[in-house]
């Protein structure tokens, strides 16, 4: 599956709303224009009305105004309240950060009166569409949680394995990355990643493919699985990598965007809805990838 196809998949058969929170800013603006003219749903956005106005005037055509709805709002707390209570009221199918602190909308969301918080570990999932890798590739979780327990893996994990489904991977293979494929007291990561394994061989984590440890090279590489004799349903054919802690998944986000070129789109998931949490170095492509992936996430 390759962006290119899920975008037309949701051309044909999609149309979901997404609530943005303070929407008035000229690149939230843009990608969210762009969605629209391709048709990838439609949109409700609070903020300063006669900004946000102001601001598509100048990037749209004048038919955008029939195609989003504009809620205006005095603050960017009152934005991310109204935005969370239309996901939470079903107004809405997808929560949309704009021009406001990450920690603003956290806070709406995990509002106990009115959030969308469902009881699992909120984590961050990314798809790339890697140059020359044959397949969509997910890292998680390079952005959310700082160094995850076992059972906080576990969501990581199935939180990663649904929206890997959404898109058609029905059964994807799940590297649990480490510096080495051995346990090794020593290196906790792989400790965790070997009890998940027989986690999985138990049934205790469905629908998905687990082993690891592996390192990166015998995750993505059958060649490199080949010349280190590892007999493995995951080596070399992963589909969703699940990064030890924080460090190691910013640093491989990174890596692949700007040493490989890669094409990124990314959620956070594990709440009611998916929310995308876009910030002002990604670029418009990269916004619009997220809209997609998004969408297609909330899909039931």
């Known amino acids: 599956m390759s962006l290119e196809q899920l975008r037309n998949d949701i051309i ?8 943005v929170a303070q929407a008035d800013d000229k690149a939230v603006l843009q990608a969210v224009t762009a969605a629209v003219n391709e048709q990838l749903g439609r949109f409700i956005l609070f903020g300063a009305k006669h900004q946000i106005e102001e601001k598509l005037k100048e990037i749209s ?18 934005a991310a309240a109204q935005a969370v209570r239309a ?48 397949q969509l590739i997910f890292v998680t979780d390079p952005a959310m949680n700082i160094a995850p327990d076992l059972d906080q893996k576990v969501d990581i994990i199935n939180n990663a394995v649904q929206v890997a489904r959404s898109v058609g991977c029905d059964q994807p293979k799940v590297a649990l990355l480490a510096a080495v494929e051995t346990v090794n007291p020593k290196m906790p990561a792989t400790v965790d990643a070997a009890a998940l394994t027989q986690m999985n061989k138990r049934g205790q984590i469905a629908n998905c493919i687990i082993d690891g440890p592996l ?11 080949a010349h280190k004799k590892l007999q493995s349903p995951v080596a070399g054919q992963a589909d969703i990598l699940v990064v030890p ?56």
Do not use: C, W
């Open 12 to 19: 044909k058969s999609e149309d979901k709303v997404i609530a």
């Open 61 to 78: 055509e004048p038919d955008i105004f029939e195609k989003v709805e504009i809620v205006h709002t005095e603050s960017e707390q009152e």
């Open 87 to 134: 996901v939470s009221d079903k107004k809405a199918d997808v929560l949309m950060k704009g021009l406001l602190p990450t920690a603003v909308l956290l806070k709406a969301v995990l509002n106990k009166e009115y959030g969308i918080r469902s009881g699992k570990t909120l984590s961050h999932v990314a798809a790339f569409e890697v140059p020359g890798y044959k």
């Open 215 to 225: 390192a990166l090279d015998n995750a993505v590489s059958l060649e490199a699985a």
């Open 245 to 300: 802690n924080i460090e190691v998944g910013n640093v491989l986000y990174k890596s692949l965007v700007y040493f490989s070129g890669a094409k990124v789109g990314a959620i956070v998931t594990g709440a009611k809805a998916p929310i995308i949490l876009t910030s002002r170095s990604d670029t418009p492509e990269n916004k619009l990838t997220s809209i997609l992936l998004a969408v297609k996430a909330s899909a039931k």
